[in-house]
Antibody
Framework: EVQLVESGGGLVQPGRSLRLSCAPS????????MHWVRQVPGKGLEWVSG????????GYADSVKGRFTISRDNAKNSLYLQMNSLRADDTALYFC??????????????WGQGTPVTVSS | AIQLTQSPSSLSASVGDRITITCRAS??????LAWYRQKPGKAPELLIH???SLGSGVSSRFSGSGSGTDFTLTISSLQPEDFATYYC?????????FGGGTKVEIK
């Protein structure tokens, strides 16, 4: 069974940094693209960033480009999202999601339960 | 970025009803469209990929159609677990984008 467990969320002041992690299990991590998607409580889904199986292709939402960095360590079976210069409008529940195959421009077929991030002074 | 417009934003229906949700893209995305269902307090679930292909383990009461800029999701007979919010998503190019969502409520 595919499982994705996010961690690293919490309360952080504006302008500070936070690093999210995602621990996958139940599939061969290095065969699949991975993504981060966020959701403000009560609002819609916003795709944040995606990375192909080997990190050769990466994309970002315009709202986070230049501030957030996605990365993966296939040897450690881990996905990361480094979030810098955080703003109040980055406050959301952050989901880790698995792509259907190795290429990143594909649907997301499994999701974690999310880790909450609150940016506030 | 490619914009996706879903309609309606909400609808009321009864168990057993047939409903249709539409998703319009601001430019052609061929068939690079997926549909998700999100139950309250839960993570989204993939229902349809490539506009019309049923996701793994997904009930056949769900179907999708369309190509280019206009797409539809149809639920042939609403079940209690289908009262949720539905999102379309394009994966034709970066940045990936979601529609605004359609909330299906019990009449």
């Amino acid at each position: 069974e595919v499982q994705l467990v996010e961690s690293g969320g919490g309360l952080v002041q504006p302008g500070r940094s936070l690093r999210l992690s995602c621990a996958p299990s139940g599939f061969s991590f290095d065969d699949y693209a991975m993504h981060w998607v966020r959701q403000v409580p009560g609002k819609g889904l916003e795709w944040v960033s995606g990375i192909s199986w080997n990190g050769g292709s990466i994309g970002y939402a315009d709202s986070v480009k230049g501030r957030f960095t996605i990365s993966r360590d296939n040897a450690k079976n881990s996905l990361y999202l480094q979030m810098n210069s955080l703003r109040a409008d980055d406050t959301a529940l952050y989901f880790c999601a698995k792509g259907m195959r190795a290429w990143d421009l594909l649907p997301l077929d499994s999701w974690g339960q999310g880790t909450p991030v609150t940016v506030s002074s | 970025a490619i914009q996706l417009t879903q309609s309606p934003s909400s609808l009321s229906a009864s168990v057993g009803d047939r409903i249709t949700i539409t998703c319009r893209a601001s430019q052609s995305i061929t068939t690079s469209l997926a549909w998700y269902r999100q139950k309250p307090g839960k993570a989204p679930e993939l229902l349809i990929h490539d506009a019309s292909s049923l996701g793994s383990g997904v009930s056949s009461r769900f179907s999708g159609s369309g190509s280019g800029t206009d797409f539809t999701l149809t639920i042939s007979s609403l079940q209690p677990e289908d009262f949720a919010t539905y999102y379309c998503q394009q994966f034709n190019r970066y940045p990936l984008t979601f529609g605004g969502g359609t909330k299906v409520e019990i009449k």
